[in-house]
Structures are given as C-alpha cells and as structure tokens.
C-alpha cells in the first residue's frame, strides 16, 4: 500500500466559524493535527484547504495544502477533489481522510485505520463507551460491529446516532477517521446520498447501503474532537 493523509479543512463551521485557524496554546488547531499526521509517518499529508487563509497556515509551518472548492458537499468530495489534483497520476492506492478538528488525535491511532483496512473498501476506527450518557446521546456515532476473536477488528454492519445493539453488552463510539482504497473513494463520491444516511445524517451509511465493505479498528479512546467553544477549551486545557 502507499498510503496518502488529506486532511479536509474550511472555515464555515456552524458551531464554531473559523475553526482550523483556533488559536492552541500559540499554534492555530489545522496545524496540530497536519504534525500528528506527519508523525504518524504513513506517507504525504496534504490539507484539502476551502480558504487561503488555512492553506498558508500550513504552508508557513512546512506543510503542504491545495485549494479546493468552498462548495463541495462533504469532507470526502473535499478529499477527492484534493487527491485528483495532488496525485493525478494515480501513484496513492489508499487515502486517509482525517477530520481536521482533533488536535490531539494519537498518530498510532491513523496508522490503525490503514491497518484495518486488507481486502476491504474502507476502514474506521471505534472506541468503546464509558459514560452511560454517551450511549443515548444522539451526537455520540454508535457503530454496531461484528467483532473477530481479538475484539480488536471487525466489519462494520451499521452505523446510528440511536443506541445500538439492543441488549446487555459493550456500545462503540465511532471515530471518525478513515481510510479508503482510491478506487472505493472514487465510487463513493459518485454515489447519490442514500435513504439511511439522510435519515441518520451519516455520510458512512451511504457505502453500507451500496454494499461497499467497511472494517473497523477498536482503539482504546476517543479523540478529543473541537466541534464547539466548549470543546476548544477543553483542546487548549489539554494542550497547555
């Protein structure tokens, strides 16, 4: 495999505006997780940027990003779109789209997502739940997976915002990385949103429903992920 990491990034959030550029104890948040991507050493990490603003960032800490539409629907078009334009010759067979908002996201966990991903179309990541608040928290991504002996990887047999499975037993929180063969990328993007994923609002149920396949990597914790003020906070508490 050559792995390639993109990293989807644009100013227009609805909870926070302007998100990638949030200052990080003196660091702006894309930076931080553009170095835990290098760190992770998997291939070339590029941000798929919607702004100059955040493409310069990057550039003047050493990195690499591309320009890509404001428009594009989803952080996967955005993704695609870079991939197209930074390796046109095809040279990346597996593309790792990683949200831009983890600052503290561990590299082994990236690396874990190419791990899981042999024979399959996509691969994720999910953490078990700790906090009974999180399991009927419709913010909270459950993913319902049939695990392998390890308990450490299994498919992916649904995705939901509801708790899920029924019954005694662990739930998964999904984490949001993932890594895609390109050809599974390309035919994703092509794909028209699907019933479920409109209905959960979750971009993952519209390979799922298409019959794609997606393996899942168990990993001991979920990544702080800065969606809110509340949660930038919390990200230059931990990075202080």
């Known amino acids: 495999m050559n792995p390639i990491v993109l990293i989807p990034a644009r100013m227009a959030s609805t909870r926070l505006p302007g998100k990638p550029l949030a200052d990080i104890a003196g660091i702006p948040m894309i930076v931080r997780v ?8 998997l291939g070339p990490v590029v ?8 493409a310069e960032a990057i550039e003047a800490a050493g990195g690499k990003a591309v320009m890509t539409a404001p428009d594009l629907p989803s952080g996967s078009d955005r993704i695609f779109a870079a991939l197209e334009a930074v390796d046109p010759q095809g040279a990346h067979d597996v593309v790792v789209n990683l949200q831009g908002d983890l600052p503290a996201i561990d590299p082994s966990a990236i690396r874990a997502s190419v ?5 399959a179309d996509i691969a994720t990541l999910a953490a078990e739940i700790g906090d009974a608040a999180d399991a009927g928290n419709p913010n909270v991504t459950k993913a319902v997976v049939a695990w392998d ?7 992916a047999l649904y995705f939901t ?3 899920a499975p029924h019954g005694e037993g662990p739930l998964f929180h999904h984490v949001g990385i993932y890594a895609f063969r390109r050809e599974a990328l390309r035919r994703f993007v092509a794909l028209a949103p699907s019933p479920l994923e409109k209905r959960e609002k979750l971009e993952q149920l519209r390979a799922l429903e298409a019959g794609m396949t997606i393996m899942v990597a168990r990993v001991d914790e979920v990544p702080l992920s800065v969606d809110t003020p509340e949660d ?6 931990w990075c202080r």
């Open 34 to 41: 553009w170095r835990q991507a290098v760190a992770a050493g």
């Open 47 to 54: 941000v798929a940027a919607a702004e100059r603003e955040i």
């Open 115 to 119: 791990e899981a991903l042999g024979s």
């Open 149 to 155: 002996a390890s308990g450490r990887l299994g498919r």
């Open 161 to 163: 915002r509801a708790r």
């Open 232 to 237: 930038l906070e919390r990200a230059r508490a």
